[in-house]
C-alpha cells in the first residue's frame, strides 16, 4: 500500500480555478487525481484569498500544515501551542496554558494576559474571526488544513491582522461515508480520545459529527510547608464538539455549523524564584511536578465556550454570492497563585521558596462574552482576463469581564475577596471591501484591494473594593478609529516552474482600552497602529516536482505600535504606544522527496525587530537584573526604576525559528511502516519590553518522534502508533512574572505515548 503523491500540474490548477461558477472543491481533485505520478509532491490547496487556489500561485508568504505532519503535531493531547515554531516566524506562548494563546508573526504579538486583550495576529476558524483570546484556544481536531498568512492581511480579513492571519479549516461533510476513531494514552495517565462520522442523509442533504475528549490526572505536588498535598495541579478534562449540516443544490448550498467546549482543569503552574538570580537558569533543585504555593489548593480553570455559524452561496450564470452569519459566545474563570510561592517577607521566618515580597493570589473571568459578525460577498467567475469581489463586514462584541483578588493570609478568612472590578467592553466594527485580480498577459497577473473599516469601543470599569486600600471607583472611556488599509501585488510566471511575486500593503489595529484597575487607579488606552510592509519572494516546483522552494524577504514599518507594559510594578497592565518600530528578515519554505521512501521538510526564519522611540520608558521588575539604560522617577513607596526601550527587540520574538522533519514510510507485509521525526528551534526572546539577564528566554530546541503501522482490511483502515514531545526532555523558562519575584512558567515536560486509529469508508 505504497503512498502515492499528487502532481503539481500547473494547467490543471488553473483551469479549476477559472472554471464556471458551480466548480467545486472536490472536482478540483478530481481532476487533480487524474494527474497523480509517483515520487511527486501534492498541490497544497488554500483558501488565503477567500477562494481555492494553489499555494505556489498566491501572492501571499501562506504556509500549511495537514496530512502526516499535522497529525505528528498534534499528537500527545496538545492544544493550539504545538504550532509554535512550526511553521516560519510563527511563534505561540500562554501565561493561562490550555486556554488564552498569544500569537506572533514575524516579530508582532501582543503580550497583554488581560481578557479584552486585542491581537495583530488575527485567528480565522471556518471562515469566522475568533477574536476574544480565549475563543483562540479552541482545541484542534478534525481539522483539514492550517493556514498561516505572514504580513498585514487587512484587505479581506479586516480588523487586527498587521502582523498576519492564522486559519483551520475542519473537514467538511460530504456525501461519502467516512469517518475515523482514535485513542492515545501517555505520560501521567493522560487519555486523548478523538473521532468523527459523515455521509449522506439525503441526496443532497450531508451530516458530520466531530467529538474529542482529553483528560489528564493532577500530577503536581505541593511542598509548601503547612500545604503539603500530592496530585494538586497540572490535570485537566476538555471535552468538545463540532456538528456540521451541509446541504448541496444545484446552485446554492448551505453550511451549518455548530461548535462547543468544556474545559475544567487547572491553569499554568507559576513557580517562585524558579530562575537563578544573575542569570537565565533554572534553580538546580528545580522539579516540574512539585510546586511551593499557599494558595495552590484553590488553583482552578474553567471555560465554556460554543457558536454556531451559516454559510450560504448562490452560484449565478457569471457571480458567487456568499453570506457568512455567526455567534461566538465564551466564559472563563481561571484562579491561580500567582507569586508561586508561599508566606512573605512580613511574615516571620516563613517565606519561599527564595525572597517573596508579598503574597498575590487573583483570579479573572468572563462571565458573558457575545460576538456577533457577518459577511456578504460578490465574486466574479468571469472567463476573461479580470475578475473580483467585493463585500461588507459588521462585528458587535459584548464583553464582560470581573477581576478579582483574595486574601492569601487572614485565618479563618483565608482565599475570602479582598478586591473585586468589573469591566464592560462593547465593541462595534463595519467595513467595506474589494479586490481586483488582473491578468496583463500569460506570465503577469496584478491584485489590489482597498477596505474602509470604521472601529468603536465603548469601556467602563467598576471597582467595589480594593486589596491596596484605593476605595471606590467608576471610570468611562471610548475610543474609535477608521482606516483605509490596502494591498497591491504582482505574480510573475518565470516560466512552468517558478513563480515570483512582490507585495505591498498597509493596515491598521483598531484603539485598545485597558482597565485592569484593582491594584491601580488608571484606565489606559492605546491609539490606532499602523504597518506598511514590502516583501518580494520566489515559490518554486523543483526536481521534476520532487522539491519545492519558497524563498521570501520582508520589511515593514510601524507606526504607533500598542504594546503592553506587562507587570513591573504591580499585577497589571498599561498599554503605551511606540513612536516607530520597524521590522526586517526572511524566511524559506521547503519539501522534499528524498527517495521512494523518504520525504523532508525544512523551514527557515530570520526576523529582526527594533523599538526607536527615545522617550520610552516602562517599569521593571523588582529583583531582576536589568540590562537597558534607566532613570529614576518618584513613586508611591519611593523612587522607582524606569528601562529606556529605543533600541530594544520586541517581547516573544526570537530572531530565529527552523523546523526539520523527515517522514520515512516502508511497504511491509500487507501494510505500511512508518516513522516521522522532527526538529524545532527557537533562538532567545526577550520576556518583556525591557531587557534584563533571568528574564532573557533561552534557545529552545524540541524532537518529536512517530512510529508504527498502518494497514487495510476492506473498508477499514487501521493504525499503531508510538510518540514522543520533547524527546530530550529540554525545560526552561518560557514566560515570567516579574513585579514580585523572579516568577518562572517552563515548557511542558517529555511526553510519551501511544495511539490507536481506525479510519472506516
Not at 554 to 580: E, H
Request: negative net charge; aromatic residues 12%; charged residues 25%.
Amino acid at each position: 500500500m505504497k503512498a502515492i503523491k499528487k502532481s503539481a500540474i500547473a494547467t490543471i490548477i488553473n483551469a479549476a480555478l477559472l472554471s464556471a461558477a458551480g466548480t467545486s472543491v472536490s472536482s478540483f481533485a478530481a481532476e487533480e487525481e487524474t494527474a497523480k505520478k509517483n515520487n511527486q509532491l501534492e498541490v497544497i490547496q488554500v483558501t488565503a484569498r477567500k477562494r481555492v487556489e494553489n499555494a505556489q500561485e498566491v501572492p501571499v508568504a501562506v504556509s500549511a500544515l495537514q496530512g502526516d505532519n499535522l497529525d505528528a503535531y498534534s499528537s500527545a493531547g496538545m492544544d493550539i501551542r504545538f504550532m509554535n515554531a512550526k511553521i516560519p516566524s510563527l511563534s505561540i506562548e500562554s501565561s493561562f496554558g490550555r486556554s488564552f494563546p498569544r500569537f506572533y508573526v514575524r516579530g508582532l504579538g501582543n503580550t497583554d494576559f488581560d481578557l479584552n486583550a486585542s491581537q495583530p495576529v488575527s485567528l480565522v476558524v471556518d471562515e469566522v474571526v475568533q477574536e476574544n483570546a480565549i475563543l483562540k484556544g479552541f482545541p484542534v481536531f478534525d481539522v483539514e488544513r492550517v493556514e498561516v498568512l505572514r504580513g498585514p492581511q487587512g484587505t479581506l480579513f479586516g480588523r487586527n491582522t498587521p502582523a498576519g492571519l492564522v486559519k483551520f479549516d475542519s473537514v467538511k461533510p460530504s456525501q461519502e461515508f467516512d469517518g475515523y476513531g482514535a485513542v492515545s494514552y501517555g505520560s501521567r495517565g493522560a487519555v486523548d480520545t478523538e473521532g468523527a462520522v459523515g455521509g449522506a442523509l439525503t441526496d443532497r442533504l450531508s451530516a458530520r459529527v466531530s467529538l474529542l475528549w482529553q483528560d489528564k490526572d493532577d500530577y503536581i505536588d505541593n511542598q509548601a510547608p503547612n500545604f503539603e498535598a500530592k496530585d494538586q495541579q497540572g490535570g485537566y478534562t476538555e471535552k468538545a464538539a463540532r456538528i456540521q449540516f451541509l446541504y448541496e443544490g444545484d446552485d446554492f448550498s448551505a453550511l451549518l455549523n455548530y461548535h462547543t467546549r468544556d474545559l475544567d482543569g487547572s491553569p499554568i503552574a507559576f513557580r517562585a524564584n524558579v530562575i537563578e538570580s544573575g542569570s537565565n537558569e533554572l534553580v538546580d533543585n528545580y522539579e516540574h511536578d512539585v510546586v511551593y504555593q499557599d494558595a495552590g489548593a484553590r488553583s482552578t480553570q474553567q471555560v465554556e465556550s460554543e457558536g454556531m455559524s451559516l454559510r450560504l452561496e448562490w452560484d449565478l450564470e457569471n457571480h458567487t454570492v456568499t453570506s457568512i452569519s455567526a455567534w461566538e459566545s465564551a466564559e472563563i474563570y481561571s484562579r491561580g497563585d500567582i507569586d508561586g510561592g508561599y508566606g512573605a517577607v512580613f511574615l516571620p521566618d516563613y517565606m519561599g521558596p527564595g525572597f517573596i515580597p508579598f503574597p498575590s493570589e487573583s483570579a479573572d473571568g468572563i462571565p458573558e462574552q457575545d460576538q456577533i459578525t457577518q459577511e456578504l460577498r460578490l465574486s466574479s467567475n468571469f472567463d476573461g482576463d479580470l475578475n473580483y469581489q467585493v463585500g461588507v463586514f459588521y462585528f458587535d462584541e459584548e464583553l464582560t469581564i470581573e477581576n478579582f483578588s483574595y486574601d492569601t493570609f487572614s485565618s479563618p478568612n483565608a482565599g475570602a475577596l479582598n478586591g473585586y472590578v468589573k469591566q464592560q467592553q462593547d465593541t462595534t466594527a463595519w467595513a467595506v471591501f474589494g479586490s481586483v485580480d488582473y491578468v496583463v498577459s500569460d506570465d503577469l497577473k496584478i491584485t489590489a484591494g482597498l477596505r474602509y473599516s470604521d472601529d468603536e469601543k465603548d469601556f467602563s470599569a467598576d471597582r467595589t473594593l480594593s486589596p491596596i486600600g484605593g476605595g471606590a471607583l467608576f471610570i468611562e472611556q471610548d475610543v474609535s478609529d477608521s482606516h483605509v488599509s490596502w494591498d497591491l501585488s504582482a505574480n510573475y510566471k518565470v516560466n512552468e516552474d517558478v513563480n515570483w511575486y512582490s507585495r505591498v500593503a498597509n493596515t491598521f489595529r483598531a484603539p485598545s482600552l485597558q482597565g485592569r484597575i484593582l491594584f491601580g487607579d488608571e484606565v489606559t488606552t492605546a491609539d490606532s497602529e499602523t504597518v506598511t510592509s514590502f516583501e518580494t519572494g520566489i515559490k518554486s516546483d523543483v526536481l521534476d516536482g520532487q522539491g519545492r522552494v519558497n524563498a521570501t524577504v520582508f520589511y515593514y514599518t510601524m507606526s504607533d505600535q500598542q504594546l503592553t507594559a506587562v507587570g513591573g510594578g504591580a499585577n497589571f497592565n498599561r498599554l503605551i504606544n511606540a513612536d516607530k518600530t520597524t521590522g526586517y528578515g526572511f524566511e524559506l519554505d521547503t519539501e522534499w522527496v528524498l527517495s521512494d521512501e523518504l520525504n523532508a521538510t525544512f523551514n527557515l526564519s530570520y526576523n529582526k525587530t527594533e523599538l526607536k522611540d527615545n522617550d520610552l520608558a516602562v517599569a521593571v521588575c523588582g529583583q531582576c537584573t536589568v540590562t537597558d539604560p534607566t532613570f529614576q522617577v518618584a513613586g508611591p513607596f519611593g523612587p522607582e526604576a524606569r528601562a529606556i526601550l529605543d533600541g530594544n527587540s520586541l517581547p516573544h520574538a526570537p530572531e530565529w525559528i527552523s523546523n526539520f522533519t523527515l517522514r520515512y514510510t516502508k511497504e511491509l507485509e500487507d501494510g505500511d511502516f512508518f516513522a516521522n521525526g522532527d526538529i524545532s528551534y527557537r533562538s532567545k526572546i526577550n520576556m518583556f519590553l525591557y531587557e534584563s539577564v533571568e528574564f532573557e528566554g533561552k534557545p529552545l530546541t524540541e524532537v518529536g518522534l512517530r512510529a508504527g503501522y498502518r494497514w487495510a482490511e476492506g473498508d477499514y483502515e487501521y493504525e499503531v502508533a508510538g510518540f514522543v514531545r520533547n524527546l530530550f526532555d529540554e525545560q526552561q523558562a518560557i514566560g515570567a512574572i516579574d513585579f514580585n519575584n523572579n516568577t518562572g512558567i517552563v515548557n511542558e515536560e517529555r511526553y510519551v505515548g501511544a495511539e490507536f486509529k481506525v479510519k472506516f469508508f
